[in-house]
């Protein structure tokens, strides 16, 4: 039946592989694709996108309803940004309302939520030189203060989450004024910096030539630059004429908490103040910041992966740093690879990608290879510092106290001796990983998951790492009574005690996720470290990232061989990576770095490769392995995941899929599985996965974009959660 009014094709947040159709608002103008839609759907009202019109559907014309509402005037999202989330929701084989939804900002998903007020309020001088921490109790003018002090160019009345009354008391005590909406002023070339600027080496010169020589159209460029060789500021440099030209720079970065720094020095150098994308804003700032990329009126944008979905006025260059960093892609929902996608949206932009790293992904290496990516090296440090030498410490029949030999004491000791930072690296947080009952061997379990509990001594807490269930220390033993309960192996909490008892004159200081739980505390925690106020650091891979330690001279890699014996095909990659990264935070300064890797495998020939012929040389034996193996990137994957409380239901849908899977007979596609989950229970569900690889990706594609809409009606599908990984960064 002919239809008289247009059919709207709108994308709604919902499960299903589809879009759905509905009847365009009688009398007006059908609203454009990229406009948001007011729509009943079942028996709620939803906001979804349009993204196309037709004049028939294949829906009867009766059943069909009509958009409530249409939301924006002009479409939100421009054709580009739109075809990035569609190619994004078909390539990781996402729904695409979810896509869609997930590439919004909150207050956008929901109707009458989009506009911040045009009143703004920002810090006067006098409130910007006010340490919000004297305001003591009055604990909401001090967020206040101290939200608008990381906003200098001021914010919306929505986007400072505190009553009238609190701007007020502010205002009277001359700290914060209202103000007009303040765009982003950059300063004309020739204006002073506020920071020294670098005399460029002659290799990032090269990298920086090569970047500027792309600009205007598309060129992927991998850099890769050991660590401290200067990455940042070839960044900085390929930036500059692109700001100041009027276009803008997107930098995606893997955690902006851990990389305050960065963020400082960009907008410092470049004179602007970015606008940032990270999971700690709030939803009002969250708007914010991506209308002023919308709008152009922010030509910095930095921010952690999701915002490869920020819409960009008038985009020149795109950076992604650490791209080598596992954060960079979406772990659970919409499971995208931010890196992956700012090539592709590089390239439908055209304007030049830079991917940095001192230990670039296996992929990317390829991609060289394969002369998709230009590389750039940086093979020196900047300025004098020099790389670290890295030595492996064998370790066996040694005697050890707390996981620290002998040698590695007296190394350490000479060190601090001579005024260096010694950097004590150990992945893994909490007092130690195991509790156990020295008369009946009972050890505590986590109720939930496959898994011990790891003992927070200090908080008096059994914890674990993996659901997040805890509970009080037992003091005695749940089994047998016995009240000798012994804490085996190391945490970091354990190892700081051991190290503060050890080196009693020395300042320790450990970096973890516990230790820096409150607002501002990492933050305080690095300043120290980098001051050099603190002696001895000690932490997990939170101290492994970027950071710029100029006093540290040793860094102490306690256990390294808990990387070797990983079951992912990329656990060696991941090792080798953190290796690197963790050791390239020795020698920055004016000191000669040294790094010590404690180990009871020296003879283990990719640690020695890393350690004897570099990064290079392991990646390129790695990426060989990979080669026979078959596996990624000579070949695709994906991870069919399922888990539930009950134990058969995951292994059964996944029969189901693979019998679904192979009758679509998919030459070239093979199918692995299904198999428990390495861990297999986890937060009191069951967990199967099936892998399907394929060496030609198409083939992979085409039998997932048939095979995931079966299993929506698959009848075992009820009794489970499942969800598809293309590219999983891991296979666990
Ligand atoms: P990366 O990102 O490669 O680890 P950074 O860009 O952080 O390295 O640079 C490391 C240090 O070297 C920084 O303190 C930086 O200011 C300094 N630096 C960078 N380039 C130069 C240069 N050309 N000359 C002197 N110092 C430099
Ligand atoms: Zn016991
Ligand atoms: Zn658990």
Known sequence: MPTTAPILH??????????????????VEPPAPGSRVLVPFGRKRVVGVVLGSASHSDIDGSRLKRVLEVLDPRPLL???????????????QHPIGEALAAALPVLLRHPGGGTLSRQWWRATAAGLATDPAALGHAVRQAAVLAQLRRHPGGLPRDAIEAPMTVLRTLQDKGWIEACAPAPDAVREPGAAYGEAVPALGDAQRAAVEAVREADGRFAALLLEGVTGSGKTEVYLRAIEPVVRSGRQVLVLVPEIGLTPQLVRRFGRRLDLEPALLHSGLSDSERLLAWQQAASGERRLVIGTRSAIFTPLASPGLIVVDEEHDASLKQQEGFRYSARDLAVWRARQLGVPVVLGSATPSLESLYNVELGRYRHLRLPERAGRAALPRLRLLDVRRQPMQ?????????????????????????????????????????????????????????????????CGHQRRIDTHCPACGGSELVAVGQGTERLEAALAERFPD?????????????????????DSARSGRAHILLGTQMLAKGHHFPGVSLVAILDADQGLFGSDFRASERMAQLIVQVAGRAGRGDRPGEVLIQTHQPDHPLLRQLVEQGYDAFARAALEERRAARLPPFSSLALLRAEA???????????????????????????????????????GRYRAQLLLQATRRADLQALLTRLLPQLETEKTARRVRWSIDVDPADTL
């Open 645 to 683: 409380p009950d134990a058969d239901a995951p292994a059964a849908f996944l029969e189901q899929a693979a019998q679904r899977a192979a009758a679509l007979a998919s030459p070239g596609v093979q199918l692995w599985g299904p198999v428990p989950a390495p861990m297999e229970r986890r937060g």
């Open 10 to 27: 709108v994308a709604v947040p919902s499960p299903l592989y589809r879009t759905f159709d509905y009847l365009a608002p009688a009398g």
């Open 402 to 466: 707390d996981l620290l030999s002998e040698p590695l004491l007296v190394r350490m000791q000479d060190h601090l001796a001579r005024g260096g930072q010694v950097l004590v690296f150990l992945n893994r947080r909490g007092f130690s990983p195991v509790l156990l009952c020295h008369d009946c061997g009972w050890v505590a379990d986590c109720p939930r998951c496959d898994a011990h509990m790891t003992l927070h001594r200090a908080r008096g807490l059994l914890r674990c790492h993996h």
């Open 78 to 92: 421009d054709p580009e940004l739109l075809a990035l989330a569609q190619w994004a929701a078909r390539y990781y």
């Open 506 to 526: 020395q300042r320790v200081l450990r970096i973890d996720r516990d230790t820096t739980r409150r607002k501002g505390s990492l933050q305080q925690a690095l």
